[in-house]
T-cell receptor, first 113, second 116 residues
Framework: AQTVTQSQPEMSVQEAETVTLSCTYDTSESDYYLFWYKQPPSRQMILVIRQEAYKQQNATENRFSVNFQKAAKSFSLKISDSQLGDAAMYFCASLFGNEKLTFGTGTRLTIIP | GAVVSQHPSWVICKSGTSVKIECRSLDFQATTMFWYRQFPKQSLMLMATSNEGSKATYEQGVEKDKFLINHASLTLSTLTVTSAHPEDSSFYIC????????????FGPGTRLTVT
């Protein structure tokens, strides 16, 4: 079975600073996708960033970037220049082939003004 | 990005009644939709996978006779909670998946169900 682990239930960061959220996964597959989703207080799930396993280059979306370490099965999310609107639950998720998403337990991120 | 709507956004129903939740992909066709349940401060729990034109596939422990799923078209899936009880009160989220790699899922805004 595929598993996704987020070891940080809660994180906080000062506004304008940088924070990294951790995620590890376990799979025997060679082709898969990894995602970070954000769930703000509105509870709308929003796709933040996506990484294809076959790509060595780390994905970047504006202030959001990932550190994808395939051998270590690690997929961390870095948020630069943190803003108040970044406060949310962040879920790491994996997708293997044409199957269902496997979610981690989430990390609640608080932004300190 | 692709948009998924969900209706209603919140509903209150009496114990013993049934309630239907609709999930629509507004600007793309989704052969596969998913239904999740989320308890407070927890992750999303997959209830079932809904494929257009075929029976839904339920996760272990989910009562298929209680949570009826219909996916009659490429843009609409419905979840009907039958004979609702207070323990069915929860936040229900649907998602629709693109039919090509990377198979991204787009989520609806969720439905808060309260059974009194």
């Amino acid at each position: 079975a595929q598993t996704v682990t987020q070891s940080q239930p809660e994180m906080s960061v000062q506004e304008a600073e940088t924070v990294t959220l951790s995620c590890t996964y376990d799979t025997s597959e060679s082709d898969y996708y990894l995602f970070w989703y954000k769930q703000p207080p509105s509870r709308q799930m929003i796709l933040v960033i996506r990484q294809e396993a076959y790509k060595q280059q780390n994905a970047t979306e504006n202030r959001f970037s990932v550190n994808f370490q395939k051998a270590a099965k690690s997929f961390s999310l870095k948020i630069s220049d943190s803003q108040l609107g970044d406060a949310a639950m962040y879920f790491c998720a994996s997708l293997f082939g044409n199957e269902k998403l496997t979610f981690g337990t989430g990390t609640r991120l608080t932004i300190i003004p | 990005g692709a948009v998924v709507s969900q209706h209603p956004s919140w509903v209150i129903c009496k114990s013993g009644t049934s309630v239907k939740i609709e999930c629509r992909s507004l600007d793309f066709q989704a052969t596969t939709m998913f239904w999740y349940r989320q308890f407070p401060k927890q992750s999303l729990m997959l209830m079932a996978t809904s494929n257009e034109g075929s029976k839904a596939t339920y996760e272990q422990g989910v009562e298929k006779d209680k949570f009826l799923i219909n996916h009659a078209s490429l843009t609409l899936s419905t979840l009907t909670v039958t004979s609702a009880h207070p323990e069915d009160s929860s936040f229900y989220i649907c998602s629709a998946r693109l039919g090509r790699p990377p198979y991204e899922q787009y989520f609806g805004p969720g439905t808060r169900l309260t059974v009194t």
